[in-house]
């Protein structure tokens, strides 16, 4: 990559990153392009020059946002931690994102490019991932080797879909504690550890 390529790279990475902060405390719909040039020192025609139009430019920064977590995600996974250290690091991780996502970028998922976009790399990346997830743990025998590989995806999948609600009841009545209640749950089950 030669120095012009380098900066480009660098001016676009620069937009995005402040538009993603923009998000957090902006609505969407009220931030502008002249709003994102100004914070980030460069004029509106470099942003359309780099991503076409406001909209293109917020997609841009959901999918380097998933991407990003993505990344992040995988590379715990496949450190050396026990099954409930990555339970609990999944658990903590969509509290932050429950955290750092806007109304507008939960929306964003539902548009038709973006829920591709995220299908296809839940498919590729992080379903493999869990299965090995699940191998690794039926092997070391932190995992029940009498559940299959698909009832227990099936209970992960189960438990993700309604954690965004949980967690947002748990914002809403201030006791924290209510998370870790919760991972006991996931892990042991009602009846504690057999």
């Known amino acids: 990559m030669n120095g012009f390529e380098k900066r480009a790279l660098q001016i676009k990475e ?3 990153n402040i538009t993603l902060e923009m998000l957090k405390t902006w609505d969407a719909n009220k931030i502008r392009i002249a709003d994102i040039a100004k914070a980030a020192k460069v004029s ?8 076409g139009s406001k909209e293109a430019l917020l997609r841009e920064v959901y999918k380097n946002y998933i991407n990003n977590s993505f990344a992040g995600f995988l590379e715990f996974m496949n450190g050396e931690h026990t099954v409930k250290e990555k339970i609990e690091w999944i658990i903590l991780q969509e509290r932050e994102s429950v955290n750092n996502l806007t109304p507008y970028m939960i929306a964003l998922a539902e548009d038709q490019e973006i829920s591709q976009f ?4 839940y498919n590729e990346k ?3 991932a869990f299965l090995q ?5 039926k092997k070391s025998g932190e995992i ?3 559940i299959s590989t698909q009832g227990v995806l099936m209970y992960i999948n189960m438990s993700m879909k309604y954690y965004k609600d949980f967690l947002g009841t748990i914002r809403d009545s201030g006791n ?5 209640e919760m991972l006991h749950i996931f892990l042991y089950g009602l009846c504690g550890k057999p």
């Not at 997830?133 to 743990?137: D, L, M, S, Y």
């Not at 924290?176 to 870790?180: H, P």
């Open 14 to 16: 620069k937009i995005m």
């Open 144 to 146: 029940s080797s009498s």
């Open 126 to 128: 992080i379903i493999p």
């Open 118 to 121: 995220l299908e296809k790399e």
């Open 133 to 137: 997830f699940i191998e690794e743990g």
């Open 44 to 51: 509106q025609v470099t942003i359309y020059n780099y991503f």
């Open 176 to 180: 924290l504690e209510l998370i870790n």
